[in-house]
């Protein structure tokens, strides 16, 4: 009884702690592409950043710099603040990035410059999934941004080669 007991509360509090998401404050110093920028925080370091729950077009690939062109008008040189749980395999933040406390990664959505990267939407608070979903949708039948295309390429197939 007290094992288990015990192992249940140990389970709890990781479980607690797992699904609490630091946040990083910074100035927004760069933007790779559509869903990635760096940020310098208050010590002068800098953090590549990937945008959470969204997946933008490649540089290369159609709207490609109209994406990069929209995150960089809504974020670049502006303070952000960055929530997060993890880092991807090239070390970067992966984090719902807020600009005077409104979302940039579904404000990416909702113009057409992101899909909602629903391979990794389990990751996603069941809201933030939700409302990402459902701009996407919106997004779609209105033809904003890259919707406009006929049929826009997914940066998952474009980074396959299916260009």
Request: charged share 30%.
């Amino acid at each position: 009884m007290f094992i288990a007991r015990s192992a249940s509360i140990i389970l709890a509090i990781c479980l607690s702690h797992a699904a609490q998401a630091d946040t990083l404050y910074g100035r927004v110093v760069g933007i790779a592409d559509g869903d990635t920028l760096t940020i310098l925080d208050a010590n002068r370091e800098q953090h590549r950043i990937r945008l959470a729950g969204i997946d933008a077009p490649e540089r290369k690939q159609p709207f490609g710099q109209a994406s990069k062109q929209s995150l960089s008008d809504l974020a670049y040189d502006r303070d952000v603040d960055v929530e997060w749980r993890k880092t991807d395999r090239y070390g970067r933040i992966i984090g719902k990035v807020l600009v005077s406390g409104q979302d940039a990664n579904l404000i990416q959505i909702k113009k057409g410059m992101a899909w909602h990267y629903k391979k990794y939407e389990s990751e996603q608070p069941v809201a933030d999934r939700k409302v990402y979903a459902a701009a996407e949708n919106r997004a779609r039948q209105q033809r904003q941004g890259l919707w406009r295309e006929q049929l826009p390429i997914t940066p998952w197939d474009w980074r396959k080669g299916s260009r």
